[in-house]
Protein backbone atom coordinates (compact mmCIF):
# COMPACT_ATOMS: atom_id res chain seq x y z
CA UNK A 1 0.00 0.00 0.00
CA UNK A 2 2.80 2.08 1.06
CA UNK A 3 4.57 1.36 -2.45
CA UNK A 4 1.45 2.11 -4.10
CA UNK A 5 1.26 5.48 -2.44
CA UNK A 6 4.46 6.33 -3.60
CA UNK A 7 4.08 4.80 -6.87
CA UNK A 8 1.30 7.47 -7.08
CA UNK A 9 2.89 10.28 -5.85
CA UNK A 10 5.69 10.06 -8.27
CA UNK A 11 3.17 9.83 -11.34
CA UNK A 12 1.59 13.12 -9.87
CA UNK A 13 5.09 14.80 -9.93
CA UNK A 14 5.96 13.72 -13.40
CA UNK A 15 2.49 14.71 -14.90
CA UNK A 16 2.97 17.98 -13.14
CA UNK A 17 6.67 18.53 -14.32
CA UNK A 18 5.28 17.89 -17.71
CA UNK A 19 2.46 20.52 -17.75
CA UNK A 20 4.79 22.93 -16.45
CA UNK A 21 7.16 22.55 -19.88
CA UNK A 22 4.25 21.89 -22.54
CA UNK A 23 3.16 25.66 -24.06
CA UNK A 24 -0.70 24.48 -24.21
CA UNK A 25 -0.92 23.84 -20.63
CA UNK A 26 1.17 26.36 -19.46
CA UNK A 27 -1.35 29.15 -21.69
CA UNK A 28 -4.11 27.31 -19.68
CA UNK A 29 -2.86 28.33 -16.67
CA UNK A 30 -1.98 31.73 -17.71
CA UNK A 31 -5.25 32.97 -19.85
CA UNK A 32 -7.93 32.65 -16.92
CA UNK A 33 -5.18 34.65 -14.42
CA UNK A 34 -4.84 37.30 -16.76
CA UNK A 35 -8.64 37.86 -17.52
CA UNK A 36 -9.41 37.50 -14.08
CA UNK A 37 -6.61 40.22 -12.92
CA UNK A 38 -7.82 41.89 -15.44
CA UNK A 39 -11.43 41.75 -14.07
CA UNK A 40 -10.46 42.58 -10.52
CA UNK A 41 -8.01 45.38 -11.72
CA UNK A 42 -10.98 47.39 -13.50
CA UNK A 43 -12.82 46.44 -10.05
CA UNK A 44 -10.43 48.21 -8.05
CA UNK A 45 -11.60 51.82 -7.96
CA UNK A 46 -15.06 50.72 -7.18
CA UNK A 47 -16.51 50.01 -3.43
CA UNK A 48 -17.85 47.42 -1.63
CA UNK A 49 -21.29 48.99 -1.04
CA UNK A 50 -21.61 50.59 2.02
CA UNK A 51 -17.38 50.77 2.87
CA UNK A 52 -14.69 52.33 1.50
CA UNK A 53 -13.45 49.27 0.83
CA UNK A 54 -12.07 48.46 -2.66
CA UNK A 55 -14.43 45.90 -4.68
CA UNK A 56 -11.76 44.35 -6.49
CA UNK A 57 -10.01 43.32 -3.56
CA UNK A 58 -12.97 42.21 -1.76
CA UNK A 59 -13.52 39.54 -4.95
CA UNK A 60 -10.22 38.44 -5.48
CA UNK A 61 -10.47 36.14 -2.84
CA UNK A 62 -13.74 34.83 -3.65
CA UNK A 63 -11.88 34.19 -7.13
CA UNK A 64 -9.23 32.14 -5.67
CA UNK A 65 -11.80 29.82 -3.71
CA UNK A 66 -14.06 29.06 -7.18
CA UNK A 67 -10.51 27.89 -8.48
CA UNK A 68 -10.24 25.00 -5.72
CA UNK A 69 -13.52 23.88 -6.14
CA UNK A 70 -13.45 24.10 -9.96
CA UNK A 71 -9.88 22.00 -10.08
CA UNK A 72 -11.58 19.71 -7.75
CA UNK A 73 -14.64 19.52 -10.00
CA UNK A 74 -13.73 20.34 -13.27
CA UNK A 75 -10.51 19.49 -13.82
CA UNK A 76 -10.79 16.01 -12.02
CA UNK A 77 -13.48 15.25 -14.18
CA UNK A 78 -12.55 16.62 -17.26
CA UNK A 79 -9.25 14.85 -16.80
CA UNK A 80 -10.95 11.75 -16.42
CA UNK A 81 -12.89 11.37 -19.61
CA UNK A 82 -9.87 12.32 -21.48
CA UNK A 83 -7.98 9.93 -20.39
CA UNK A 84 -11.06 7.11 -20.13
CA UNK A 85 -11.03 7.66 -24.06
CA UNK A 86 -7.56 8.08 -24.65
CA UNK A 87 -6.55 4.51 -23.05
CA UNK A 88 -5.03 6.17 -20.23
CA UNK A 89 -7.04 4.16 -17.61
CA UNK A 90 -7.14 1.19 -19.49
CA UNK A 91 -3.15 0.89 -19.21
CA UNK A 92 -4.00 1.82 -15.49
CA UNK A 93 -6.11 -1.20 -14.94
CA UNK A 94 -3.68 -3.80 -17.19
CA UNK A 95 -0.89 -2.65 -14.46
CA UNK A 96 -0.95 -4.04 -11.36
CA UNK A 97 -2.12 -1.31 -8.67
CA UNK A 98 -2.32 0.71 -11.65
CA UNK A 99 -6.26 1.94 -10.83
CA UNK A 100 -4.86 3.18 -7.57
CA UNK A 101 -1.77 4.77 -8.38
CA UNK A 102 -3.63 6.60 -11.00
CA UNK A 103 -5.90 8.00 -8.66
CA UNK A 104 -3.51 9.19 -6.85
CA UNK A 105 -1.31 10.49 -9.23
CA UNK A 106 -4.63 12.49 -10.60
CA UNK A 107 -5.38 13.94 -7.40
CA UNK A 108 -1.08 15.08 -6.55
CA UNK A 109 -1.36 16.72 -10.57
CA UNK A 110 -5.01 18.68 -10.17
CA UNK A 111 -3.95 19.40 -6.63
CA UNK A 112 -0.58 21.15 -8.18
CA UNK A 113 -1.57 22.53 -10.76
CA UNK A 114 -4.59 24.09 -8.84
CA UNK A 115 -2.06 25.65 -6.63
CA UNK A 116 -0.25 26.79 -9.36
CA UNK A 117 -3.04 28.89 -10.46
CA UNK A 118 -4.23 30.22 -7.37
CA UNK A 119 -0.55 31.37 -6.58
CA UNK A 120 -0.42 32.66 -10.17
CA UNK A 121 -3.63 34.79 -9.58
CA UNK A 122 -2.98 35.25 -5.84
CA UNK A 123 0.60 37.44 -6.21
CA UNK A 124 0.52 39.64 -9.39
CA UNK A 125 -3.60 40.19 -7.55
CA UNK A 126 -1.89 41.74 -4.36
CA UNK A 127 0.31 44.13 -6.12
CA UNK A 128 -2.72 45.11 -7.67
CA UNK A 129 -4.87 45.74 -5.04
CA UNK A 130 -5.08 47.66 -1.66
CA UNK A 131 -6.49 46.11 1.51
CA UNK A 132 -5.63 42.14 1.42
CA UNK A 133 -4.10 40.47 4.21
CA UNK A 134 -3.00 37.38 5.95
CA UNK A 135 -2.88 37.12 9.74
CA UNK A 136 -2.02 34.00 12.02
CA UNK A 137 -5.68 33.56 11.94
CA UNK A 138 -5.76 33.05 8.15
CA UNK A 139 -3.21 31.05 7.60
CA UNK A 140 -4.58 28.67 10.19
CA UNK A 141 -7.83 28.56 8.16
CA UNK A 142 -5.28 27.86 4.99
CA UNK A 143 -4.25 24.88 6.74
CA UNK A 144 -7.76 23.49 6.97
CA UNK A 145 -9.19 24.89 3.92
CA UNK A 146 -7.24 23.92 1.29
CA UNK A 147 -7.14 20.23 2.52
CA UNK A 148 -10.93 20.05 2.76
CA UNK A 149 -11.64 21.79 -0.49
CA UNK A 150 -9.56 19.32 -2.54
CA UNK A 151 -11.41 16.34 -0.38
CA UNK A 152 -14.71 17.61 -1.28
CA UNK A 153 -14.67 18.23 -4.57
CA UNK A 154 -11.91 15.88 -6.28
CA UNK A 155 -14.36 12.72 -5.29
CA UNK A 156 -17.23 14.28 -6.64
CA UNK A 157 -15.28 15.61 -9.81
CA UNK A 158 -14.09 11.83 -10.64
CA UNK A 159 -17.85 10.57 -10.03
CA UNK A 160 -18.73 13.19 -12.45
CA UNK A 161 -15.74 12.07 -15.24
CA UNK A 162 -16.91 8.44 -14.69
CA UNK A 163 -20.56 9.35 -15.58
CA UNK A 164 -19.87 10.84 -19.02
CA UNK A 165 -18.64 8.48 -22.10
CA UNK A 166 -17.15 11.53 -24.03
CA UNK A 167 -15.89 14.76 -23.19
CA UNK A 168 -18.57 16.17 -25.98
CA UNK A 169 -21.02 15.48 -23.48
CA UNK A 170 -19.10 16.76 -20.51
CA UNK A 171 -21.32 20.12 -21.56
CA UNK A 172 -24.17 18.75 -19.38
CA UNK A 173 -21.91 19.18 -16.46
CA UNK A 174 -20.19 22.09 -17.01
CA UNK A 175 -23.14 24.06 -17.48
CA UNK A 176 -24.75 23.49 -13.74
CA UNK A 177 -21.04 24.29 -12.30
CA UNK A 178 -21.00 27.92 -13.89
CA UNK A 179 -24.80 28.35 -12.89
CA UNK A 180 -23.19 27.88 -8.72
CA UNK A 181 -20.43 29.87 -10.05
CA UNK A 182 -23.38 32.45 -10.56
CA UNK A 183 -25.33 32.31 -7.60
CA UNK A 184 -22.55 31.74 -5.15
CA UNK A 185 -21.40 35.12 -4.19
CA UNK A 186 -18.20 35.03 -5.64
CA UNK A 187 -18.92 37.89 -8.34
CA UNK A 188 -22.36 39.46 -7.31
CA UNK A 189 -23.05 39.39 -3.77
CA UNK A 190 -25.11 37.15 -2.56
CA UNK A 191 -27.14 39.09 0.42
CA UNK A 192 -28.85 40.30 -3.02
CA UNK A 193 -30.01 36.88 -4.33
CA UNK A 194 -33.67 35.48 -3.66
CA UNK A 195 -33.76 33.64 -0.83
CA UNK A 196 -34.50 30.34 -2.25
CA UNK A 197 -31.38 30.79 -4.53
CA UNK A 198 -29.12 31.90 -1.31
CA UNK A 199 -30.21 28.62 -0.03
CA UNK A 200 -29.01 26.63 -3.50
CA UNK A 201 -26.07 28.32 -2.64
CA UNK A 202 -25.67 27.23 0.41
CA UNK A 203 -26.09 23.11 -0.36
CA UNK A 204 -22.97 23.36 -2.83
CA UNK A 205 -19.22 23.77 -1.67
CA UNK A 206 -18.34 27.00 -3.99
CA UNK A 207 -20.09 29.27 -2.03
CA UNK A 208 -18.53 27.94 1.39
CA UNK A 209 -14.70 28.06 -0.37
CA UNK A 210 -15.39 31.85 -1.63
CA UNK A 211 -16.77 32.96 1.67
CA UNK A 212 -13.47 30.63 3.58
CA UNK A 213 -11.54 32.86 1.13
CA UNK A 214 -12.67 36.07 1.58
CA UNK A 215 -12.44 35.70 5.56
CA UNK A 216 -8.62 34.61 5.12
CA UNK A 217 -7.64 37.52 3.21
CA UNK A 218 -9.51 40.25 3.62
CA UNK A 219 -10.74 42.38 7.09
CA UNK A 220 -13.04 40.83 9.47
CA UNK A 221 -14.97 43.90 9.29
CA UNK A 222 -16.19 42.94 5.85
CA UNK A 223 -17.96 39.94 7.82
CA UNK A 224 -20.88 42.30 7.66
CA UNK A 225 -21.83 42.21 4.45
CA UNK A 226 -21.56 38.68 4.56
CA UNK A 227 -25.23 36.32 5.56
CA UNK A 228 -25.62 36.33 8.77
CA UNK A 229 -22.46 38.68 9.15
CA UNK A 230 -19.81 36.43 10.02
CA UNK A 231 -16.93 34.44 8.52
CA UNK A 232 -19.10 31.31 9.48
CA UNK A 233 -16.19 29.09 10.08
CA UNK A 234 -18.28 26.20 11.83
CA UNK A 235 -20.65 25.84 9.06
CA UNK A 236 -18.10 26.10 6.28
CA UNK A 237 -16.20 23.56 8.13
CA UNK A 238 -19.20 21.24 8.31
CA UNK A 239 -20.53 21.18 5.05
CA UNK A 240 -17.49 20.61 3.51
CA UNK A 241 -16.87 17.65 5.55
CA UNK A 242 -20.42 16.38 4.71
CA UNK A 243 -19.49 16.74 0.90
CA UNK A 244 -16.07 15.04 1.93
CA UNK A 245 -18.35 11.95 3.46
CA UNK A 246 -21.02 11.60 0.09
CA UNK A 247 -17.74 11.95 -2.27
CA UNK A 248 -15.21 9.36 -0.13
CA UNK A 249 -18.66 7.19 -0.23
CA UNK A 250 -19.98 7.81 -3.61
CA UNK A 251 -16.38 7.80 -5.61
CA UNK A 252 -14.57 4.33 -4.99
CA UNK A 253 -18.09 2.74 -6.32
CA UNK A 254 -18.60 4.70 -9.27
CA UNK A 255 -15.01 4.79 -10.12
CA UNK A 256 -15.07 0.66 -9.45
CA UNK A 257 -17.91 0.26 -11.96
CA UNK A 258 -16.58 2.50 -14.44
CA UNK A 259 -12.71 0.34 -14.38
CA UNK A 260 -14.67 -2.64 -14.41
CA UNK A 261 -16.29 -1.83 -17.94
CA UNK A 262 -12.64 -0.62 -19.75
CA UNK A 263 -11.79 -3.34 -22.39
CA UNK A 264 -9.55 -2.86 -25.37
CA UNK A 265 -13.01 -2.98 -27.30
CA UNK A 266 -14.38 -0.12 -25.20
CA UNK A 267 -11.53 2.04 -26.17
CA UNK A 268 -11.74 1.03 -29.38
CA UNK A 269 -15.13 2.03 -29.84
CA UNK A 270 -14.80 5.10 -28.70
CA UNK A 271 -11.80 5.92 -30.65
CA UNK A 272 -14.09 5.05 -33.71
CA UNK A 273 -16.71 7.73 -32.56
CA UNK A 274 -14.30 10.38 -31.42
CA UNK A 275 -12.41 10.07 -35.20
CA UNK A 276 -15.95 9.81 -36.74
CA UNK A 277 -17.09 12.99 -35.15
CA UNK A 278 -14.03 14.66 -35.58
CA UNK A 279 -14.33 13.72 -39.47
CA UNK A 280 -17.66 15.87 -39.82
CA UNK B 1 -13.75 -34.20 -35.57
CA UNK B 2 -13.92 -34.59 -31.83
CA UNK B 3 -10.36 -36.69 -31.79
CA UNK B 4 -8.92 -34.29 -33.94
CA UNK B 5 -10.17 -31.01 -31.58
CA UNK B 6 -8.47 -32.92 -28.17
CA UNK B 7 -5.43 -34.02 -29.48
CA UNK B 8 -4.80 -29.87 -29.09
CA UNK B 9 -5.85 -30.39 -25.35
CA UNK B 10 -3.85 -32.96 -24.27
CA UNK B 11 -1.43 -30.90 -21.88
CA UNK B 12 -0.61 -31.90 -18.36
CA UNK B 13 -2.72 -29.79 -15.97
CA UNK B 14 0.62 -28.04 -14.05
CA UNK B 15 1.81 -26.98 -17.31
CA UNK B 16 -1.24 -25.29 -18.49
CA UNK B 17 -1.22 -21.62 -18.21
CA UNK B 18 -4.29 -21.03 -19.95
CA UNK B 19 -7.14 -23.32 -19.49
CA UNK B 20 -10.54 -22.76 -20.88
CA UNK B 21 -13.54 -24.98 -20.43
CA UNK B 22 -17.53 -24.63 -22.63
CA UNK B 23 -16.73 -20.62 -22.42
CA UNK B 24 -19.79 -19.05 -23.03
CA UNK B 25 -21.10 -15.39 -23.60
CA UNK B 26 -24.16 -14.05 -24.14
CA UNK B 27 -25.56 -10.72 -24.84
CA UNK B 28 -29.10 -10.65 -24.96
CA UNK B 29 -29.86 -13.23 -26.79
CA UNK B 30 -27.21 -13.90 -28.76
CA UNK B 31 -24.56 -16.51 -28.02
CA UNK B 32 -20.97 -14.71 -28.89
CA UNK B 33 -19.16 -17.78 -28.20
CA UNK B 34 -20.67 -21.02 -27.55
CA UNK B 35 -18.92 -23.81 -25.79
CA UNK B 36 -15.15 -22.63 -26.42
CA UNK B 37 -12.87 -24.71 -24.86
CA UNK B 38 -8.86 -24.76 -25.40
CA UNK B 39 -5.36 -25.08 -23.32
CA UNK B 40 -1.74 -23.14 -23.56
CA UNK B 41 1.61 -24.82 -22.56
CA UNK B 42 3.78 -23.21 -20.32
CA UNK B 43 6.40 -21.56 -23.58
CA UNK B 44 3.48 -22.24 -26.04
CA UNK B 45 2.99 -19.61 -28.60
CA UNK B 46 -1.17 -19.85 -29.55
CA UNK B 47 -2.61 -18.20 -32.51
CA UNK B 48 -6.64 -17.13 -32.68
CA UNK B 49 -7.72 -17.22 -35.71
CA UNK B 50 -11.58 -16.27 -36.70
CA UNK B 51 -12.95 -13.87 -39.23
CA UNK B 52 -14.48 -10.62 -37.78
CA UNK B 53 -17.28 -10.99 -34.85
CA UNK B 54 -16.39 -14.93 -34.18
CA UNK B 55 -15.55 -13.58 -30.57
CA UNK B 56 -12.19 -13.85 -30.46
CA UNK B 57 -11.89 -10.21 -28.52
CA UNK B 58 -14.09 -10.93 -26.61
CA UNK B 59 -12.44 -14.41 -25.22
CA UNK B 60 -9.21 -12.57 -25.04
CA UNK B 61 -10.98 -9.92 -22.95
CA UNK B 62 -12.45 -12.77 -20.68
CA UNK B 63 -8.81 -14.29 -20.54
CA UNK B 64 -7.17 -10.83 -19.61
CA UNK B 65 -10.10 -10.15 -16.60
CA UNK B 66 -11.17 -6.97 -18.42
CA UNK B 67 -14.35 -9.14 -19.23
CA UNK B 68 -16.86 -11.05 -17.46
CA UNK B 69 -17.87 -14.47 -19.19
CA UNK B 70 -21.60 -15.87 -18.84
CA UNK B 71 -20.24 -19.41 -17.67
CA UNK B 72 -17.74 -21.96 -18.12
CA UNK B 73 -14.75 -22.51 -16.63
CA UNK B 74 -11.36 -20.43 -16.81
CA UNK B 75 -8.21 -20.69 -15.63
CA UNK B 76 -4.87 -18.21 -16.49
CA UNK B 77 -1.88 -18.84 -14.67
CA UNK B 78 -3.78 -21.31 -12.14
CA UNK B 79 -6.17 -18.83 -11.17
CA UNK B 80 -10.10 -17.56 -12.38
CA UNK B 81 -9.26 -14.06 -14.14
CA UNK B 82 -12.65 -12.79 -13.16
CA UNK B 83 -11.63 -12.58 -9.35
CA UNK B 84 -7.70 -12.18 -9.83
CA UNK B 85 -6.19 -9.89 -7.92
CA UNK B 86 -3.23 -7.68 -8.15
CA UNK B 87 -0.28 -10.44 -8.18
CA UNK B 88 -1.88 -12.11 -10.84
CA UNK B 89 -1.87 -8.88 -12.86
CA UNK B 90 1.91 -8.67 -12.60
CA UNK B 91 1.90 -11.78 -14.30
CA UNK B 92 -0.06 -11.06 -17.04
CA UNK B 93 1.16 -8.78 -19.91
CA UNK B 94 -1.34 -7.04 -22.11
CA UNK B 95 -0.26 -4.92 -25.58
CA UNK B 96 -2.72 -2.47 -26.08
CA UNK B 97 -3.19 -0.87 -29.11
CA UNK B 98 -2.43 2.61 -28.46
CA UNK B 99 -3.69 6.05 -30.06
CA UNK B 100 -2.97 9.22 -27.71
CA UNK B 101 -2.37 8.15 -24.26
CA UNK B 102 0.75 9.08 -22.01
CA UNK B 103 1.03 11.54 -25.32
CA UNK B 104 3.62 13.93 -22.68
CA UNK B 105 5.65 11.53 -21.53
CA UNK B 106 9.14 10.17 -22.70
CA UNK B 107 9.56 7.29 -23.96
CA UNK B 108 12.20 6.67 -21.10
CA UNK B 109 10.28 8.32 -18.50
CA UNK B 110 7.24 5.98 -18.95
CA UNK B 111 8.59 2.33 -19.27
CA UNK B 112 10.80 3.13 -16.18
CA UNK B 113 7.46 4.68 -14.35
CA UNK B 114 5.38 1.91 -15.54
CA UNK B 115 8.05 -0.72 -14.18
CA UNK B 116 8.18 0.51 -10.71
CA UNK B 117 4.56 -1.30 -10.19
CA UNK B 118 6.08 -4.70 -10.57
CA UNK B 119 9.12 -4.12 -8.50
CA UNK B 120 7.27 -5.91 -5.84
CA UNK B 121 6.47 -8.90 -7.67
CA UNK B 122 9.89 -9.52 -8.37
CA UNK B 123 10.64 -13.52 -7.62
CA UNK B 124 13.77 -15.47 -7.57
CA UNK B 125 13.42 -16.44 -10.83
CA UNK B 126 11.97 -13.66 -12.60
CA UNK B 127 13.79 -10.17 -11.86
CA UNK B 128 11.02 -7.78 -12.21
CA UNK B 129 10.93 -5.05 -13.86
CA UNK B 130 12.96 -5.48 -17.11
CA UNK B 131 15.18 -3.02 -16.79
CA UNK B 132 14.73 0.45 -18.65
CA UNK B 133 17.66 0.47 -20.48
CA UNK B 134 17.39 -3.47 -21.94
CA UNK B 135 14.24 -3.06 -22.81
CA UNK B 136 14.43 -0.16 -25.04
CA UNK B 137 17.30 -2.02 -27.12
CA UNK B 138 15.30 -5.19 -27.05
CA UNK B 139 12.21 -3.38 -29.26
CA UNK B 140 14.24 -0.76 -30.74
CA UNK B 141 13.38 2.36 -29.46
CA UNK B 142 16.97 3.56 -27.55
CA UNK B 143 17.19 6.34 -29.75
CA UNK B 144 13.96 7.89 -29.26
CA UNK B 145 13.99 7.16 -25.32
CA UNK B 146 14.04 10.96 -25.03
CA UNK B 147 11.17 11.62 -27.42
CA UNK B 148 7.79 12.37 -26.11
CA UNK B 149 5.15 9.74 -26.59
CA UNK B 150 2.92 11.98 -29.22
CA UNK B 151 6.34 12.29 -31.23
CA UNK B 152 6.98 9.16 -32.43
CA UNK B 153 5.93 7.15 -36.08
CA UNK B 154 2.97 5.05 -35.77
CA UNK B 155 5.50 2.48 -35.86
CA UNK B 156 7.81 3.19 -33.26
CA UNK B 157 4.09 3.78 -31.04
CA UNK B 158 3.11 -0.21 -31.49
CA UNK B 159 6.77 -1.02 -30.43
CA UNK B 160 6.13 0.76 -27.00
CA UNK B 161 3.21 -0.78 -26.54
CA UNK B 162 4.89 -4.09 -26.97
CA UNK B 163 7.48 -3.06 -24.22
CA UNK B 164 4.59 -1.59 -21.92
CA UNK B 165 3.63 -5.10 -22.23
CA UNK B 166 6.45 -6.75 -21.50
CA UNK B 167 8.16 -4.30 -19.10
CA UNK B 168 6.97 -6.44 -15.80
CA UNK B 169 8.40 -9.93 -17.29
CA UNK B 170 5.24 -11.66 -17.90
CA UNK B 171 4.80 -15.08 -18.02
CA UNK B 172 1.67 -14.85 -20.13
CA UNK B 173 1.54 -11.87 -22.83
CA UNK B 174 -1.35 -11.19 -24.36
CA UNK B 175 -1.04 -9.65 -27.95
CA UNK B 176 -4.60 -8.86 -29.92
CA UNK B 177 -3.42 -7.86 -33.68
CA UNK B 178 0.53 -7.01 -32.69
CA UNK B 179 1.51 -5.78 -36.49
CA UNK B 180 -1.02 -3.97 -37.86
CA UNK B 181 0.23 -1.07 -39.66
CA UNK B 182 4.13 -2.46 -39.03
CA UNK B 183 6.03 -2.40 -42.04
CA UNK B 184 7.70 -5.92 -43.74
CA UNK B 185 11.25 -4.93 -41.43
CA UNK B 186 9.10 -4.12 -38.46
CA UNK B 187 7.17 -7.08 -38.55
CA UNK B 188 10.36 -9.47 -38.99
CA UNK B 189 11.92 -7.60 -35.84
CA UNK B 190 8.71 -8.33 -33.58
CA UNK B 191 9.08 -11.77 -34.88
CA UNK B 192 12.55 -12.25 -33.44
CA UNK B 193 11.41 -10.56 -30.70
CA UNK B 194 7.95 -12.91 -29.83
CA UNK B 195 10.99 -15.56 -31.02
CA UNK B 196 13.17 -14.16 -28.14
CA UNK B 197 10.50 -14.04 -25.69
CA UNK B 198 9.11 -17.46 -25.85
CA UNK B 199 12.62 -19.11 -26.33
CA UNK B 200 14.60 -17.27 -23.33
CA UNK B 201 12.35 -16.14 -20.90
CA UNK B 202 9.16 -19.07 -21.27
CA UNK B 203 6.89 -16.68 -21.58
CA UNK B 204 3.42 -18.02 -23.28
CA UNK B 205 2.33 -16.03 -25.51
CA UNK B 206 -1.65 -15.63 -27.41
CA UNK B 207 -1.60 -13.42 -30.12
CA UNK B 208 -4.73 -12.87 -32.35
CA UNK B 209 -4.14 -11.82 -36.13
CA UNK B 210 -5.75 -11.91 -39.45
CA UNK B 211 -2.12 -12.07 -40.86
CA UNK B 212 -2.09 -16.09 -41.51
CA UNK B 213 1.57 -16.07 -42.98
CA UNK B 214 2.18 -14.39 -39.29
CA UNK B 215 0.38 -16.94 -37.43
CA UNK B 216 2.24 -19.97 -39.31
CA UNK B 217 5.42 -18.35 -39.07
CA UNK B 218 4.80 -17.81 -34.95
CA UNK B 219 2.85 -20.09 -33.37
CA UNK B 220 3.09 -23.28 -32.31
CA UNK B 221 -0.28 -23.79 -32.34
CA UNK B 222 -3.13 -22.75 -34.17
CA UNK B 223 -7.31 -21.99 -32.66
CA UNK B 224 -9.67 -21.03 -35.11
CA UNK B 225 -13.20 -19.53 -33.96
CA UNK B 226 -15.96 -19.06 -35.88
CA UNK B 227 -19.86 -18.12 -35.03
CA UNK B 228 -18.22 -18.30 -31.32
CA UNK B 229 -17.23 -21.98 -31.51
CA UNK B 230 -13.90 -23.51 -32.10
CA UNK B 231 -13.68 -25.28 -35.23
CA UNK B 232 -9.88 -26.26 -35.60
CA UNK B 233 -7.25 -26.31 -33.24
CA UNK B 234 -3.62 -28.22 -34.01
CA UNK B 235 -0.26 -27.17 -35.50
CA UNK B 236 -0.65 -25.19 -38.94
CA UNK B 237 0.81 -28.42 -40.05
CA UNK B 238 -1.74 -30.77 -38.56
CA UNK B 239 -4.64 -28.47 -39.47
CA UNK B 240 -3.71 -28.75 -43.02
CA UNK B 241 -3.46 -32.50 -43.04
CA UNK B 242 -6.79 -31.98 -41.20
CA UNK B 243 -8.47 -30.69 -44.38
CA UNK B 244 -8.06 -33.06 -47.33
CA UNK B 245 -7.11 -30.66 -50.17
CA UNK B 246 -5.09 -31.09 -53.12
CA UNK B 247 -1.18 -30.59 -52.99
CA UNK B 248 -0.04 -27.97 -55.97
CA UNK B 249 2.67 -29.38 -57.86
CA UNK B 250 4.69 -27.16 -60.18
CA UNK B 251 7.86 -28.27 -62.82
CA UNK B 252 9.79 -27.43 -66.16
CA UNK B 253 10.11 -29.88 -68.89
CA UNK B 254 12.07 -28.99 -71.84
CA UNK B 255 11.69 -25.41 -71.02
CA UNK B 256 8.25 -25.74 -70.36
CA UNK B 257 6.25 -24.83 -67.20
CA UNK B 258 3.40 -27.25 -65.61
CA UNK B 259 1.33 -26.72 -62.81
CA UNK B 260 -0.83 -30.18 -61.47
CA UNK B 261 -3.40 -30.37 -58.53
CA UNK B 262 -3.32 -33.36 -57.04
CA UNK B 263 -4.90 -35.46 -53.67
CA UNK B 264 -1.77 -38.09 -53.89
CA UNK B 265 1.03 -36.17 -54.20
CA UNK B 266 3.84 -38.28 -53.64
CA UNK B 267 2.73 -40.78 -55.57
CA UNK B 268 1.96 -38.81 -58.42
CA UNK B 269 5.61 -37.22 -58.65
CA UNK B 270 7.01 -40.55 -58.94
CA UNK B 271 4.44 -41.46 -61.72
CA UNK B 272 6.49 -37.98 -63.03
CA UNK B 273 9.96 -39.10 -62.43
CA UNK B 274 9.09 -42.57 -63.97
CA UNK B 275 7.68 -41.61 -66.92
CA UNK B 276 10.32 -38.25 -67.72
CA UNK B 277 13.20 -39.08 -65.21
CA UNK B 278 16.09 -36.23 -66.21
CA UNK B 279 13.86 -33.94 -68.25
CA UNK B 280 12.41 -33.21 -64.64
CA UNK B 281 13.42 -29.92 -63.20
CA UNK B 282 12.31 -27.08 -60.99
CA UNK B 283 9.87 -29.19 -58.88
CA UNK B 284 7.78 -27.43 -56.44
CA UNK B 285 5.57 -29.42 -54.03
CA UNK B 286 3.56 -27.47 -51.91
CA UNK B 287 0.99 -28.36 -49.22
CA UNK B 288 -2.22 -26.08 -48.93
CA UNK B 289 -1.08 -22.94 -47.27
CA UNK B 290 -2.56 -22.25 -43.95
CA UNK B 291 -4.93 -19.35 -45.97
CA UNK B 292 -5.78 -22.40 -47.99
CA UNK B 293 -6.50 -24.28 -44.87
CA UNK B 294 -8.16 -21.57 -43.14
CA UNK B 295 -10.81 -20.62 -45.91
CA UNK B 296 -11.68 -24.21 -45.99
CA UNK B 297 -11.94 -24.43 -42.23
CA UNK B 298 -14.11 -21.52 -42.12
CA UNK B 299 -15.94 -22.33 -45.30
CA UNK B 300 -17.30 -25.48 -44.31
CA UNK B 301 -18.69 -24.26 -40.61
CA UNK B 302 -20.48 -21.88 -42.41
CA UNK B 303 -21.90 -24.74 -44.36
CA UNK B 304 -22.50 -26.17 -40.73
CA UNK B 305 -24.10 -23.32 -39.35
CA UNK B 306 -26.86 -22.98 -42.01
Known amino acids: MIGTLRIGVARGGIELKQTLTTPTDLFAYLFPAVLLLGTVFFMRNAHVPGTTFSLGASTLPGVLGMGLALGGLLTVSQQLVVEREDGTLLRAKATPNGMTSYVIGKAVVVGGMTILSLLLQLIPGLFLVEGLHVGVGGWLTLAWLIPLAFLATMPIGAVIGSLFENARNMGLAVLPIFGLVAISGIFYPITAMPGWLQGVAQVFPMYWLGLGMRSVFLPDSLAAVELTHSWRHGETFGVLAIWVVLGMALAPVILRRMARRESGSAVAARRERAMATMGR | ?306
Open chain 2, 1 to 306: MTGALDAGTDVPADERVIDVRDLRMRYGATDVLDGVGFTARRGEVLALLGPNGAGKTTTIEILEGFRLRSAGEVTVLGVDPAGAGERWRARIGVVLQSWRDHGKWRVRELLKHLGTYYAPYSTGTIRRPWPVDDLLDVVGLTAQAGQRVMRLSGGQRRRLDVAIGIVGRPELLFLDEPTVGFDPAARREFHDLVHRLTDVDDTTILLTTHDLDEAEKLADRIVILAHGRVIANGSADALSRQVAGETEIRWTRDGQRFVHSAVEATSFVRQLFLQYGEDIGDLEVRRNSLEDTYMKLVLKSEGGAQ
